[in-house]
């Protein structure tokens, strides 16, 4: 069997470093994380874009000049580093969970009843099987999906009709760019709540999670109704309707249930250790993806199975590892230049900046949403708006803004940015797999929509504001 590259080794060892400091306050664990994750990415540039490279420039020069910019450099530039090191063992922990979907039969079978629906319901499967796979998959999803609608969508199966092809892979491709971008409003398994458990005290999972679940419905039901409502009549009832594979029920049920089980499984860790759940998710997802293609390879026996799993993890470690590169790099960036702006910004600043401008309560809420979706367009990454944002509202009842509302308008603006920002990872695989610009997947397929989503979302927010925060 080949070996992996020593390289390879060093994300899952920035994971364990850092586990080791989020467990027992080891500062050492902490520097040694630090030092394993700038060796990660220097030994990955050669083959970074030129996003990731940019931000990763960036954030080189705000650690050199954070000496004369900060009262506090070294505690900074440790809050920041720990942060980054905290994204990247995120990343690490939940790519195993990937490694086992993509071998499950039942994560394909789940894809094949999503994308063999009738027209009008198509739509509803996308975008949902992209939130539910996408749960587990994260953005291997859209390449998942994405496969299998450039396979059903031939010229033949539309008739011989290029414009019937043309549309169906827009609207197909385009449910499943929305539906990925609700998962940091519907999943527990995403670094969006993550960042926002570990910077805004006052927040807790479990009173946050109902109201983005209730506005992730809200943004899919108008996503369905955007659909329906522009989607070209002349052609309707040209193609015979698709029919769903046996037992698409059945599988649909199974895989909420291993996704429950999953979740559970990390709150009985959080609950039993008295530690956040971010923190569970990092100890419980290597488990149960381990687990889970243990199972997969059960019917050769249970021990020629583990010895299967265990030689399937090392030969795809190179793959699984350095295949995140971009990831890795473009949310540790992100994440360290926000926090090292926000810590060089007074937090007294922003709030007389605020105070000057007569913001107060829920309508800052709704100004974070609004900079997140615009300043995506000009390639900051949501991530980078976010930590900005959250840094300096730590403290939100300070400024009338409940934790919950500042939390959810965080969620909120990531799912608009990302589903339309032609510089996300999210648009340029989506728009790769389509066949188009990411300019034509992000803008011209998305724009109004999210211009549309962004007015339904400010009035959304303004409205719980008045009726419960």
Not at 232 to 238: E, T
Not at 369 to 386: C, D, E, K, T, Y
Not at 428 to 437: H, Q, W, Y
Request: hydrophobic share 55%.
């Amino acid at each position: 069997m080949k070996l992996p590259r020593p390289e390879v080794h060093l994300l899952p060892l920035v994971m364990v470093s850092t586990l080791g400091y989020q467990l027992f306050g080891w500062l050492p664990a902490a520097l040694a994380s630090h030092v394993l994750l700038a060796a990660y990415v220097l030994s990955q540039w050669p083959q970074l874009t030129r996003v990731p490279r940019t931000l990763l420039t960036l954030a080189t020069m705000a650690i050199l000049t954070l000496p004369w910019l900060s009262v506090d450099p070294a505690g900074s530039l440790l809050l920041a580093l720990n942060r980054a090191a905290y994204f990247a063992t995120f990343l690490a922990a939940l790519s195993f969970l990937r490694e086992a979907a993509e071998t499950s039969p039942l994560v394909r079978r789940c894809g094949d009843v999503t994308i063999n629906q009738p027209p009008g319901m198509r739509y509803a499967t996308l975008s949902s099987g992209s939130f539910l796979i996408g749960i587990l998959l994260n953005m291997a999803v859209l390449n998942l999906l994405g496969v299998m609608v450039r396979r059903a969508n031939t010229l033949a199966a539309a008739g011989g009709n290029a414009a019937i092809q043309q549309i169906r892979n827009r609207r197909m491709f385009t449910a499943m760019i929305r539906g990925f971008s609700v998962i940091p409003l519907g999943s527990p398994l995403t670094i969006t709540l993550a960042l926002i458990l570990s910077i805004v005290p006052g927040v807790r999972w479990w009173q946050v999670l109902p109201y983005g679940w209730a506005t992730m419905l809200l943004i899919l039901l108008l996503g369905w109704a955007w659909d329906r409502a522009v989607a070209p009549r002349h052609l309707a009832g040209q193609l015979p309707a698709a029919r769903p594979p046996a037992g698409a029920a059945w599988d649909i049920t199974r895989f909420l249930l291993l996704v429950l089980a999953i979740f559970s499984a990390a709150v009985v860790v959080e609950l039993a250790l008295g530690i956040d759940l971010p923190l569970a998710i990092l100890l419980t997802a290597p488990a149960a993806a381990i687990a889970w293609m243990t199972v997969q390879r059960s019917r050769r026996g249970v021990g020629r199975a583990v010895v299967l799993t265990g030689a399937r993890l090392l030969k795809g470690a190179e793959r699984q590892f350095s295949g995140m590169r971009a990831e890795v790099s473009v949310l540790c960036a992100a994440g360290l230049l926000g926090t090292l702006i926000a810590a060089v910004v007074p937090t007294t600043a922003f709030a007389d900046f605020l105070g000057l401008m007569g913001l107060q309560g829920p309508v800052i809420g709704v100004l974070l949403v609004v900079l997140m979706v615009a300043l995506s367009q000009i390639g900051l990454n949501p991530i980078l708006v976010a930590t900005i944002g959250l840094s300096s509202l730590a403290q939100p009842e300070l400024f009338g803004l409940a934790p919950e509302m500042l939390a959810l308008s965080v969620m909120a603006g990531w799912t608009l940015a990302i589903g339309c920002s032609p510089v996300t990872t999210s648009i340029l695989i989506a728009s790769r797999m389509a066949g188009v610009s990411p300019q034509t997947a992000g803008w011209s397929w998305n724009g109004w929509y999210t211009l549309g989503a962004t007015a339904v979302m400010v009035a959304w927010l303004l409205l719980l504001g008045w009726l419960f925060f």
